[in-house]
């Protein structure tokens, strides 16, 4: 389920009053920080924990009656609106054990040294692939200047008689490395990076929208949706992802 498909500072933009953040306003719709929660067999990780997080629990617990206990968080890098929320479990369910590389890692954990025990604190390098809820993840690197950053590829696991691979990365430009570019070939289903419209602007850290999807076609994605969108996009963007979207492999 997509928790949400904003960029930092979501959608509506706080004090904006372009077309679509009037839309969003009048329709009581709202991109937030982009998150994806994943589901197998009863057990839930979280990747990314924004800044909406408290919201978004409160989301998950409207759409199926009741809070799934989130067994673990994927950190993907970071930035403000990819972990800051993590605090929002405290006193709402047992702290998740926690995922990333040693970067990132090293740069969030300090922030809820008041939360998370080093047991919690699980440091998996990029392009070894581990389990977790019964499927098999990996790290991959992708390039979002200056900050280290990682998207993630989910299978399941080696002789499961179900073949599905997805991937995300919800914060990446155009330039990334071969071997996550071969891992993000031929996907059932990825989650891409698409902020802003080539007429607004285009900045070195994220794909723009045309180039999510010139990418997605490129690595021929069987189905692909755009997220980390901001409020220069519309709701009825073409392969936009909607927050509380689900998705069945
Ligand atoms: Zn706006
Ligand atoms: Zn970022
Ligand atoms: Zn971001």
Same mark, same amino acid.
């Given at each position: ?11 509506? *933009?706080?004090?904006? &009053?372009?077309? =679509? ?14 998150? %994806? ?10 990747? #990314?924990?924004? @800044?909406?997080?408290?919201?978004? %629990?409160?989301e &998950?617990?409207?759409?199926?009656? /009741?809070?799934?206990?989130? #067994? ?5 890098? $970071?930035?403000? #609106?990819?972990f800051?929320?993590? $605090? ?6 047992? &702290? @998740?054990?926690i995922?990333?590389?040693d ?6 954990? +300090?922030?809820? /040294?008041?939360?998370v /025990?080093? =047991? *919690?604190?699980?440091?998996? *390098? !990029?392009?070894? @692939?581990f ?5 098999t ?7 979002? !200047?200056p900050?280290p ?6 299978? !399941?696991p080696p ?17 990334? +490395?071969?071997?996550?570019? #071969?891992?993000?070939?031929g ?10 419209? =080539? ?26 949706? &755009?997220?980390?969108? /901001?409020?220069?996009?519309?709701? =009825?963007? @073409? ?11």
């Open positions: 389920m997509l928790l949400g498909t904003g960029d930092a500072a979501g959608t509506p *933009k706080a004090g904006c &009053i372009c077309q =679509n953040c009037q839309y969003a306003l009048e329709h009581d719709v709202q991109r937030l920080r982009t998150s %994806l929660l994943i589901e197998n067999e009863g057990h839930y990780v979280l990747i #990314d924990s924004g @800044p909406d997080l408290r919201r978004q %629990l409160i &998950i617990q409207k759409r199926f009656g /009741s809070l799934p206990k989130i #067994d673990a968080v994927i950190w993907t890098h $970071g930035h403000f #609106d990819h800051m929320g993590f $605090g929002e479990f405290y006193r709402v369910q047992k &702290i @998740p054990h995922y990333g590389t970067d990132v890692m090293d740069y969030c954990t +300090p922030f809820f /040294s008041f939360l /025990s080093e =047991n *919690k604190q699980h440091r998996k *390098k !990029p392009y070894e @692939p389990e977790l809820i019964g499927l993840w990996t790290l991959v690197q992708v390039t979002h !200047p900050t950053t990682y998207g993630v590829v989910i299978e !399941p002789g499961a008689d179900q073949r599905w691979r997805m991937g995300y990365t919800s914060d990446t430009n155009r330039d990334i +490395p071969k071997a996550s570019y #071969d891992l993000f070939t996907l059932d289903l990825l989650f891409i990076d698409g902020i802003f419209p =080539n007429e607004v602007v285009k900045v070195e850290k994220h794909l723009n929208y045309e180039e999510a999807m010139e990418l997605a076609q490129e690595l021929d994605a069987r189905s692909y949706y &755009i997220v980390h969108m /901001s409020h220069y996009l519309s709701f =009825n963007t @073409p392969h936009a992802g909607h927050d509380g979207d689900v998705f069945e492999l």
